[in-house]
């Protein structure tokens, strides 16, 4: 079950209880004893002007990943030239988790 390690109990049990996994993902280290930090390199993304065609920004992993998340919540989502510009520019930097 998720949680959050909101409170200095939380941590301090995160500190000592050794039997204690943690599976975590973001953009910060929690900051917590044993605690091993991978980080990931963000997914490259396409050009911004001018933005490529529809059919070419399926060639970017950060581009094919939203279409995988987007055809997720919503099956007939597709690429088209009045959504490009949008799925091209992120909000965030992409990483691949």
Request: charge should be negative; glycine fraction near 4%.
């Amino acid at each position: 079950m998720p949680f959050m390690l909101s409170t200095t109990r939380d941590r301090r049990a995160a500190d000592t209880d050794r039997s204690l996994k943690i599976l975590a993902t973001g953009r910060e280290a929690l900051d917590i004893g044993g605690e091993t930090v991978l980080q990931v390199a963000p997914l490259p993304v396409p050009e911004q002007d001018p933005v490529p065609p529809p059919e070419a920004l399926l060639g970017y992993d950060a581009v094919r990943l939203f279409v995988e998340r987007a055809r997720a919540a919503w099956p007939p989502f597709e690429i088209t030239p009045s959504n490009a510009a949008q799925v091209a520019r992120p909000a965030a930097p992409p990483i691949p988790i």
